[in-house]
T-cell receptor, first 111, second 112 residues
Framework: GEDVEQSLFLSVREGDSSVINCTYT??????LYWYKQEPGAGLQLLTY?????DMKQDQRLTVLLNKKDKHLSLRIADTQTGDSAIYFC???????????FGAGTQVVVTP | DSGVTQTPKHLITATGQRVTLRCSPR?????VYWYQQSLDQGLQFLIQ???????AKGNILERFSAQQFPDLHSELNLSSLELGDSALYFC???????????FGPGTRLTVL
């Protein structure tokens, strides 16, 4: 069945770059998403990438997609303490838009 | 603020009871999705509605049902509640099935 996998934890120092990795299994996925969840809050859409793209940049965020390896990554440049959160990778799993989520990566930013 | 609203924010109830969770999508969005977030299962898709019609079903229990009304708000009904139903329930909306989904703040359900 469908499965999206992410590493569970990442610790990064303030000012460094963070890279969060994700692998997905459904090669027919058309869109892949990154969401951010802060404690006690809902999911905030950060960015997404269409499957015919290799890279997408949006301010401090860079998304890289390797379709051959079914690998997606999110790079956060100049990581700040406000970036501490859980980051979810998700793939669009069917034509009706159902999202299949990974387990989330907890990012902790230390001063 | 995503523009998606959910009420109530918190709900505490007892086993065997029935509750209704409410979601108002962003203005102009026709599609509503419900997800459940629990510690053991993570984020799971439950059900989707588009312009009042059910379009897709995921891992939704038979004790759970949902509907989308003519004004496009949606309700998720959970009955015969069990301890294991304790979770965060999120609603998301999108303009259509092809657009990105925006999530509400969630309803935290605690079943005692």
């Amino acid at each position: 069945g469908e499965d999206v996998e992410q590493s569970l934890f990442l610790s990064v120092r303030e000012g460094d770059s963070s890279v969060i990795n994700c692998t997905y299994t459904d090669s027919s996925s058309t869109y892949l998403y990154w969401y951010k969840q802060e404690p006690g809050a809902g999911l905030q859409l950060l960015t997404y990438i269409f499957s015919n793209m290799d890279m997408k940049q949006d301010q401090r965020l860079t998304v890289l997609l390797n379709k051959k390896d079914k690998h997606l990554s999110l790079r956060i440049a100049d990581t700040q303490t406000g970036d501490s959160a859980i980051y979810f990778c998700a793939e669009r799993a069917d034509s009706w838009g159902k999202l299949q989520f990974g387990a989330g990566t907890q990012v902790v930013v230390t001063p | 603020d995503s523009g998606v609203t959910q009420t109530p924010k918190h709900l505490i109830t007892a086993t065997g009871q029935r509750v209704t969770l409410r979601c108002s999508p962003r203005s102009g969005d026709l599609s509503v999705y419900w997800y459940q977030q629990s510690l053991d299962q993570g984020l799971q898709f439950l059900i989707q509605y588009y312009n009042g019609e059910e379009r897709a079903k995921g891992n939704i229990l038979e004790r759970f049902s949902a509907q989308q009304f003519p004004d496009l708000h949606s309700e998720l009904n959970l009955s015969s509640l069990e301890l294991g139903d304790s979770a965060l329930y999120f609603c998301a909306s999108s303009e259509s099935s092809y657009n990105e989904q925006f999530f509400g703040p969630g309803t935290r359900l605690t079943v005692l």
